[in-house]
């Protein structure tokens, strides 16, 4: 998977605008649409990260699917699944950032993961897949649960954490995988402060988070103010399987959030974007976050 860094707007402004790039990747994909306009699903041959082996990845019209002038365009980043491990686009491609980054792990002996996730299907994968490394996952449970509380009657026991003060000690993991979670906390740059201190020298952040690639300045859209939650946008909600309101969103977020990794001691917060005709990772711009700790 060819990566490219971008460590700011600037920079990330130019390559959209590149025709060399994305207007490339983007006419291939309207190319290949134009031709199954007439179907509701279809394959495409591409080879799997998580499998490792080549599988026929299923496009179809679920999760936001859209009509356009061209007709039907499915939500690349969340279809191309594959029919055997079941992870979509931007599953595969965590796994694949997931697996390089620990290869740049100097010590192999005692590789630690924590994930902020642990009821989905990228935890079981983790779980099961990566058997030299010691992999913990958390839901966030509620105000009033303690950190590090596991919680029976669900099999496996669910574990649970607050992002903004982790119950880890200092200096435990080689690596941290956040997917979708920072737009939900309170205080964010409380949030990363907490991942450093976790983090072992040189650990790195893998991380996805809803991005207004856009914008300069994050937008906060709701808030914890003397112990009341108080709404300065209309609010929003993502799915949360454990929630059936879901999770509101507190923050949108611009490139001023890479400043806050920075801030807190993170040394190469990057933008990383990636597509890949050949292992299934298409829709263009699809990206991530990477940064190492000092
Ligand atoms: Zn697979």
Not at 24 to 30: A, D, I, L, R, T
Not at 74 to 98: D, F, K, T, V
Not at 144 to 165: F, K, Q, S, W
Not at 176 to 187: A, G, W
Request: hydrophobic share 35%; charged share 25%; proline share 4%.
């Amino acid at each position: 998977m060819k990566i490219k860094r971008f460590e700011d707007k600037q920079a990330f402004s130019a390559y959209l605008a590149d025709d060399k790039h994305t207007q490339v990747h983007k006419q291939f994909e309207q190319a290949l649409m134009k031709n199954r306009q007439d179907l509701d699903s279809f394959t495409l041959d591409g080879f799997c990260q998580a499998c490792e082996k080549p599988q026929p990845f299923i496009v179809d019209k679920l999760y936001g699917s859209q009509i356009t002038e061209q007709g039907w365009q499915p939500n690349w980043r969340e279809r191309l699944s594959c029919p055997e491990c079941q992870l979509n686009n931007r599953q595969r491609a965590m796994i694949h950032a997931i697996k390089h980054a620990l290869t740049q792990v100097g010590d192999k002996s005692a590789l630690k993961l924590y994930a902020m996730e642990q009821i989905t299907p990228l935890f079981q994968w983790l779980s099961s897949h990566l058997t030299d490394v010691e992999c913990i996952g958390s839901e966030y449970l509620g105000e009033d649960v303690t950190g590090g509380t596991l919680v029976d009657g669900i099999m496996p026991a669910m574990r649970h954490e607050n992002v903004e003060a982790l119950s880890f000690a200092d200096d435990s993991f080689d690596l941290i995988v956040s997917n979708d979670v920072l737009e939900h906390v309170n205080d964010p740059q409380m949030a990363i402060k907490e991942m450093q201190r976790v983090l072992k020298p040189q650990g790195q952040v893998l991380m996805s988070v809803p991005f207004y690639i856009d914008r300069e300045q994050s937008q906060r859209r709701a808030g914890i103010e003397n112990g009341e939650l108080v709404h300065h946008l209309p609010e929003q909600y993502h799915g949360n399987p454990l929630s059936e309101q879901g999770s509101l969103v507190f923050h949108d977020y611009g490139w001023d959030m890479l400043d806050d990794f920075r801030a807190a001691g993170f040394a190469d917060m990057a933008l990383c974007q990636y597509w890949s005709y050949f292992h299934g990772y298409l829709g263009e711009p699809q990206y991530y976050f990477h940064a190492t700790n000092t």
